[in-house]
Structures are given as structure tokens and as C-alpha cells.
């Protein structure tokens, strides 16, 4: 039994039995749900008020504010359950049916109807909300599965009981009744520098896990992209609270001139305001206007550069709320939700020796100022290749002592971009988790290894050179003041970061067996669709 004390503290409304978990609805409500409302018609409380409203209409507004189908259907103590309630409740995902009283002489039971309701509803989930003392009416010994009481219908108290159904705190204040309809999405300026960015930020650090957190600059540095980017907010009509973010980007997609990738890079609701519609239509009008754009060849969930999330974060029930709203998953192709991944290692647990005897003809070093355009154009043939996204523009921005380069005799087969926190780099301001992470994280990032078919001495070696990058990154920024390092967006997931998997690889030294001490920070499925 849960206890919710009204803030008037005048009276409590109270769970008496949910015993197949029904509560909080939204567990296990998509959408596109209906829920039936079921309430007598009755006289309102109050003498004043008019007898022509529904008593129970706030309760149907309030309801509506957390899930965008809502079906209030009346009843009538004397006609009890009709062919039209039946109708309804066949096509409802769950029903709350109202009980307001003791009956009036010579008329039926309200709690007799609710059982009726519950044997037509078959196995729909069905919650009793009664509006009186139910041990009194002996309403606790019937064998509805879910039942909360109130000690009345009014409507500062029904509003209440709708925060109760769908598992939010109790506020002082009423909930804002507006009806659904009034939502607007509105496009943000260009410019956000001499914008006041706090709602974003609470409602970036309220909705995402604690790793994800950021501060009010880092947060600005990653949104304001004059030119290459558009955000949109859902407010409150009366207030002007916003309840509703949507971050998007339009990048170039691996180095074409022309061909771009529209991301939709973080959409945010306010947990109070969850399934009223908010979120599906950010998502709608950012697609909308994303297709929009000429060039744009690729649709992303996450965003490429600058980063605020690679993909949707592994675990989380967006990823079942983007699937209804059409995107395609099977969590193993490219673009199809195949999971890619953030990995942080302290410099400490890698290990040291002379990797370049074991691979003879190979180099690994800094980049020389006069390699760099050689680097560019390898990275823009393989990012083309492996369907990799947004990384020429980031080593196109990188200055040759931020790029780490594999070399076979003279020939790129490998390249990575390093950064260090405030650094001031361009990659160091598109990736901002390794400055979250600590002021003593480095980072290796746009890791491109060339395609195996192209070189003999690559394709029995691919491990090998992935090795010796990271070694070369890692050394570089641990002779720069690094005490960990955060690498970004690997693919596949697979736990070798952790260990090769395999013993005695023969490109490790002598006396080393395996290759230890990535942690796996994050994981996100990669989604994107052609245009």
C-alpha cells in the first residue's frame, strides 16, 4: 500500500493494491495506446459550480497532458455498461474507471459496473479509482488487481491522481490542464552565444544518465553552430517553461563536396511531461527539415561532429520509441543499430616494450608537416569506404601535431587524431566527454585503418597496426600530461578492447600475452537511413 500525502497535507490519496504492477501506466503504454476513462455522471461538489460540467473533466485533461489518447467515456449508474462502453473497451490498452460514491437508493452499484467493465475488458489492464472510503463500502474485498483511493472528485484532487497513475511526485500546484493541442515547436535563432542556455542545460542533466552530464559552457560550445545547425524547443503556453529540446546538425557526410548528414542529435521531454505528443513532434518537424536541406544524403540518430552522443545509448527505451516512429533495427548491420562504443584506459595499465621490432617495414609517429595532405586524402578514401562520418572535417581542422599516422615504407595505412582537455583543438571542442571525464584525459579519435584488399602487408596485420596506433597515441599524450585516455566510437563492441582474446599474438613482446586495461565507458546502437 503507497500513501500520497496531497500538499495541502488535508488528506492522502492512497494505492491499496496494484498487484500486477500497473502502476506507473507508462511501464508498459506505447504511444499510440488508448487509454479508456470510465466516470459516472454525477453532480460536481461544489454548489456553485455548473451542473452542466463534468465533474471528472479535469481529470481526462490531466490524463491527456501524459498520454496522447485519452477516451473519456460517461456512464450512467441506471444504464450501466452499454454496447458504446463496450465498443471502447475493446479497443483499449487499459481502463481506470471512476467510482465516486456509496449508491442512491434503488440504484445499481457503481462498484458492480467496474466489474462488468473488467469481465468485458478481458485481460486489459483495469485500475479502480474510487472516490471514497473504500473499507467503508467494503470495495477491498472485490478482486480488481489495481485500486487507489481519494478522499473525493475534486479537482485539484483528480489532477493529483493522474500525477499517482502515471508514477510522478505530487506538486503544490495544480497540473497545467492546457489541452494537447496547444503545443507548438519553435526553431531557435542561429546564434545562441548571447542566449541564456540554462533550460537547456537542466533539461539535458535531468533526462540523461549521470555520465552524460555537462556543464552550461560545454553545452553552449557543443549547440551554437552558426550555419550548421538548427534546435527547437517546446514551451509551456503560459508560462514559457521549456519541456521539450531537439538538437540538430547538418555535416558534411565523409568528404564530398556536396553530399551531407542531417542528425538529430539529442531529443529531450521533461519527465513530468512524458506521452502527450511532445517528443513525436520534435522528432516529426527535425526530419521534416532536415529532409529539407539540400545535399543531405543521410539521416543519423546522435550526430557525427560535433558530438554529444554517437548513437542512442545502449539499454535506454528510446531506442523502442524510434522504431515505432520508423527506423529500422537489427542490431548488427551498419546504420541498422549495430552497437559502437566509448572506452577510457588508464595509461598506467597499458603495457610498455618495443612493439616496432615485430613489424618490420611499419612506422608510427607524429605526423610531418609535409604528410599531412597524404593523410587527408587517405582518410577521405577510406571514411568513404567504411561508411565513416564526419571525419575529414576534422582532420581538415588539425594541426599535423594532433595526427598520429601508420606508415607501411612510405605509405599511409593508418591514421588518429589526439587531443588534450582544453587544448583548444577543434576535435577537442566537438568531443567534450573526455574533458567531463577529467582534466587529466587525453583522447584518440577518427580512427582510420586502411581497407585490407589494398595491401598485402595490411591484411594479415590489421590488429597489429590497430595496436601500434593506440600505443603511439597513448605515449604521445602521456608525454603531454596525460594520466588516462578516452578513445570514441569504436565499432562493433566487441569486448577485444579489453583483451585481444587471443594468447602470445605474435606482434607483442617477449613476456607479454595479451593486451589489457580498456574500460568500456558507453555504448549506443549507430542508426542512420538514406535520404
Known sequence: MSHYDTPSGSADIVILRDQEEYIPLSTFLNED???VLLTPLVVPLRREADPGIDPFESLGR???LRHPRIRHVPYTPRDGITEYHVAHIHRAKAIIFVISGKPIASQPSQADIAEVAWMVGNTRPQIVLACYDVQAMGLIKADFPAIIQLPSYSPHLLQQAAAVLFGEPLTRNPVDTTPLQKWVVEALPDGLMAMDVSPFERLWNKCLPEQFQLDRHSLRTLLDRVGYCRHYVVKLPNSGEVVGFCATYTT?????DADLVGSIAAILVEPA???RGIGKMLHDEALFQLKRVRGVRRLQLGSTFPRLLCGIPQ???????FQRRGWRMDFRSDGLGREICDWVLDIQDWPSGNFAAAMSGFSFRVCDMDEL????AFVRRESFRNEAMGLCDQYAASECFDVVVGLWESTVVAAALTYLPRSGSQTEQDLPWARAIGPDVGGASCICIATTGDNAAVASRKDAIMFRLLDT???????QGAKRVFLDGIKGGQEGFQSTGKQNPWWLPPGLTCVT???KWASYCEVWQPV
Not at 595532405?373 to 587527408?376: A, R, T, W
Not at 597515441?473 to 608525454?479: A, G, P
Open 517 to 519: 586495461g580498456w574500460r
Open 373 to 376: 595532405d597524404s593523410v587527408k
Open 315 to 321: 539499454g535506454s527505451s528510446a531506442i523502442r520509441w
Open 33 to 35: 495506446d488508448v487509454i
Open 473 to 479: 597515441c597513448i605515449r604521445s599524450l602521456e608525454r
Open 62 to 64: 490531466a490524463l491527456a
Open 273 to 275: 511531461y512524458r506521452q
Open 252 to 256: 558534411f557526410l565523409n568528404g564530398g
